[in-house]
């Protein structure tokens, strides 16, 4: 029996040792796959460069200048500056810098500056800027060649990039400071016309006249007249102008006066001065509508005349646009206290326009027509005004103008079968 177990056990490790020699062997799972080694990398240097040295840029140089002037903003007198900057010819910076000496770029330069510096001062006024009213000044503005060119070679010598201008000032005949002190310090009231389509001695009348208003007081309490104003001659800038005396046409001073009387009278009239003496004139002219809305001259006989009644004088100021015929009169002074209430002409009683008139005009061709003026039917107007001041009184007034039928008016030649004999 032992003899059997013992073949038995024989024959079972015989039959295992030749399975293990057939069956494929197979890698024990808890050994890790072998990778092959790589051949180790050689490092890459990079190839050497030799650095092209880089030459710095120059400094420029520029030239800066300051300018101060006083100023009227909000009742105060306030100092605004302005800069402006100029480069140096970088050519002439570098020539100047090596050498040590001013060279020839900057000194003409220097030279130029110089010359566009040298402008005409401007007398105060004020300026309307969006909204607001700013009175400004311009002084005569002069560069300091020697002082100026000292604080060059200075800065060529540090090597700096700004230097400043050395200025001198002379301020205008009127200035800022002046109107400041005799109380001009706020915008009190406007009014405007428009002259556009006037023939040219019309244009040159309404230029004369404006400019002998512009930049005058009136004085607190006074009474403004029109024609103590105004000095009517040629050697103010006056021209003949077309006049309708009777049945002739003929030419004197005048012809465009009255486009500056309306205006004052509308910028006094809207500020709520109190008018003293107001004239129209005998029929309805188109240049001086709203029908009613205006006031005549004719010395002596018919004046404008309005009286200040505010704190401070007033300082009038005309502004003229020719490109689109507007003619504007200003007042400033002190803060207007009061409110201005103004209706619509209230027109009544119309009459029909008279039938055309033809005159004789030697400067007119036989056979052509100039028209003079254009026919106005006649009426009657009324303005009310009611003028509100800040203590709580009210001042009303009415306006009432009486216009007579008026025919249209054409010059032609004296020998026209039109005009009557």
Not at 57 to 75: F, K, N, Y
Not at 336 to 343: F, G, K, L, M
Not at 363 to 368: A, H, K, R, T
Request: with cysteine; aromatic share 8%; net charge positive.
């Amino acid at each position: 029996m032992q003899f059997f177990t013992r073949a038995v056990l024989l024959l079972v490790f015989l039959c295992s040792v030749a399975i293990g020699q057939i069956a494929p062997s197979e890698p024990s799972p808890l050994e890790p796959p072998v990778t092959p080694p790589t051949a180790p990398t050689l490092p890459i240097e990079p190839t050497p460069t030799n650095p092209v040295p880089t030459k710095p840029l120059p400094m420029p140089l520029e030239l800066l200048i300051v300018q101060q002037e006083p100023e009227i903003r909000d009742g105060q007198i306030i100092i605004a500056q302005t800069e402006q900057r100029i480069m140096f010819p970088l050519a002439s910076v570098i020539v100047s810098r090596e050498q040590q000496r001013i060279s020839n770029g900057l000194e003409n330069t220097l030279l130029q500056v110089e010359k566009e510096l040298k402008n005409q001062s401007q007398n105060a006024r004020f300026y309307r800027i969006e909204k607001n009213w700013i009175a400004k000044q311009r002084s005569q503005w002069i560069l300091d060649i020697p002082a100026t060119r000292s604080q060059l070679e200075i800065a060529l010598q540090q090597k700096t990039a700004v230097v400043k201008a050395v200025l001198r000032s002379q301020p205008p005949q009127r200035t800022v400071q002046d109107l400041f002190n005799r109380g001009i310090r706020y915008y009190f009231g406007s009014g405007d016309s428009s002259f556009a389509g006037s023939p040219s001695y019309r244009v040159q009348n309404i230029l004369a006249a404006s400019q002998q208003l512009d930049g005058q007081f009136i004085e607190k309490n006074a009474v403004f007249s029109f024609n103590s104003r105004i000095r009517l001659s040629q050697k103010a800038g006056f021209v003949l102008g077309n006049i309708i005396r009777g049945v002739r046409l003929t030419k004197e001073i005048g012809g465009g006066i009255c486009q500056v009387s309306t205006t004052v009278w509308r910028a006094a009239y809207q500020a709520g001065l109190p008018i003293v003496e107001r004239q129209q004139h005998s029929y309805r002219v188109a240049y001086y509508d709203p029908a009613g809305y205006e006031a005549t001259v004719f010395a002596p006989s018919k004046d404008l005349k309005f009286r200040n009644d505010t704190a401070a004088p007033l300082w009038i100021q005309m502004e003229m646009n020719t490109q689109t015929g507007k003619l504007e009169t200003h007042f400033f002074g002190v803060r207007s206290e009061r409110a201005t209430t103004i209706s619509q002409p209230q027109i009544s009683n119309e009459r029909p326009a008279l039938p055309d008139r033809f005159i004789p005009d030697p400067e007119v061709q036989l056979g052509d027509v100039k028209i003079v003026s254009g026919a106005e039917k006649g009426m009657q107007t009324r303005i009310d005004r009611t003028v509100r001041y800040q203590s709580g009184r009210i001042r009303k007034d009415r306006t009432q103008s009486r216009y007579t039928p008026w025919g249209a008016i054409y010059a032609v030649h004296p020998r026209d079968p039109r005009v009557k004999k």
